[in-house]
């Protein structure tokens, strides 16, 4: 019955994932694949996991530099992802943890604080809220105070540096044992001393683990890697946010229990407060002390306090300044890809530079391929992640009917469209 209702939660997508790993993809709709995977979670204490796979993801960050000029900064964010029976093993113990989770947030009256990595549905219409939204509820807060304080905050390399041992510690408080019981201990030291091999390796020896002559541990012989440090846990996980929620459990109580008054929103090791100017030293103060005490560390270059007060009728955002109090040039709160200056909410610059880039990098290959291959029709500019992207946009007018976004929208597809008719005259 519990194998049952876990998967009637997962969302068809996740059923079976098409990523490339050392096993095949797992439907779980398939009846007989739906029973070995359930037949390996009751006995998940003989069970063997594969190593993770380990990829470096490149984002790229668009920075204003000395003469005002905007330059590309790549940012490489290593991502390990489990093998597609792991992946499911990790999806039902999220659900039984998120149980749990969810009413231990219930009894402490901070379900609302903790936004990342949870299913919160607008009661209006049951749909889930996003990051649009949180954002906006964010920025709604700041308009109707009168005068406020706004820290945002980063907390530094947050899954990387998650100490094992308190991390079990917050594991026991939320499902209210002294410890875990052996089948969740072996979930859990297989994300702690979790093993993986480097894409490229798995590149290269992939044939002869799908020919299946060998015992894929002898065939990854050499190529594996171990996590031998007391922190750290893999990112791609189905649980890993989970367990980087129930990670500063106490930290997120003990905001709302000293400082009552104060807007607070965590998602994932993005932090945002709203206070009184007279609460901000104090405010600054706790949160260094109860982040060290949690073993982590706030990134000094992702904090901003900004200064909001009403000025004519109108919120406006005053100055904004850094940890030190160094003014900075910004004149915007900024949380999570949002921009808000009192007035307009608007698509973070680093997000409208990404998509100018990323659509002149294409209209040039498409011109490429029209002029080399001239047989062969060129790729369409609209594909999957333009898809995607028109969905957040679209998703971002419904919620911010602003007109700040709304004109960054509309100068977004204007020169997209004239990238498109570009290409088509090259034809």
């Known amino acids: 019955m519990l194998y049952q209702e876990w998967k009637n939660q ?13 096993d095949n993809p797992l439907d779980l709709d398939n009846e007989k694949v739906f029973k070995k995977v359930t037949s390996v979670i009751g006995n998940i204490k003989n069970h063997q996991f594969l190593p993770f796979i380990k990829r470096n993801e490149v984002k790229i960050r668009f920075r204003k ?36 989770y969810e009413e231990y947030l219930k009894n402490l009256d901070i379900g609302e604080n903790v936004i990342a990595y949870r299913k919160i549905k607008i009661e209006e219409t049951g749909k889930g809220k996003n990051n649009i939204y949180f954002a906006k509820e964010v920025f709604d807060y700041i308009s109707k105070q009168d005068e406020c ?23 026991c408080k939320v499902i209210g044992t002294e410890k875990l019981d052996d089948s969740l201990y072996k979930v859990f030291r297989s994300l702690t001393a979790h093993k993986y091999i480097e894409y490229d390796d798995f590149v290269n020896k992939k044939r002869k683990i799908k020919s299946n ?22 990112q791609g996980s189905p649980v890993s946010g989970l367990l980087a929620n129930i990670y500063l459990i106490d930290f997120d109580n003990d905001i ?19 206070c009184r100017k007279d ?22 270059e992702k904090s901003f306090i900004s200064y909001f007060k009403k000025d004519g009728g109108k919120t406006i955002c005053e100055k904004v300044t850094n940890g030190l109090d160094e003014k900075r040039t910004r004149n915007y709160v900024d949380y999570l890809g949002l921009e808000f200056c009192g007035e307009k909410i608007f698509l973070r610059k680093n997000t409208i530079q990404k998509l100018k880039y990323k659509q002149v990098k294409k209209a040039i290959k498409q011109l490429k391929n029209t002029q080399r291959v001239k047989r062969k029709k060129p790729k369409k500019l609209h594909n999957k992640v333009n898809k995607n992207r028109n969905n957040y946009f679209k998703r971002t007018l419904e919620i911010v009917s602003n007109s700040g ?20 005259l090259k034809k």
Not at 279 to 300: T, V, Y
């Open 10 to 22: 997962i969302k068809p997508d996740k059923k079976q994932r098409n990523y490339q790993h050392i």
């Open 279 to 300: 609460q901000r030293i104090s405010l600054l103060e706790f949160i260094d002390k109860k982040i060290k005490d949690s073993l982590l560390h706030i990134n000094s």
């Open 149 to 171: 304080v706004v820290v945002t905050q980063d907390i530094e390399g947050f899954f990387d540096n998650l100490n094992h041992r308190f991390l079990k510690e917050k594991i």
């Open 405 to 424: 976004v709304k004109n960054q929208v509309l100068k977004v597809t204007r020169d997209r469209n004239e990238l498109k008719n570009k290409a088509r």
């Open 213 to 234: 002559k060998y015992a894929v541990y002898k065939t990854l012989e050499g190529i594996v890697n171990k996590n031998k440090n007391n922190k750290g846990i893999p």
């Open 65 to 100: 530099n000395e003469s005002g000029q905007v330059r590309r900064k790549p940012k490489i964010r290593e991502i390990k992802y489990a093998s597609h029976l792991d992946s499911h093993i990790y999806s039902f113990y999220n659900f039984i943890l998120m149980n749990k």
């Open 256 to 274: 709302k229990n000293n400082f009552p008054d104060v807007f607070y929103r965590r998602y994932s090791d993005d932090l945002v407060f709203v």
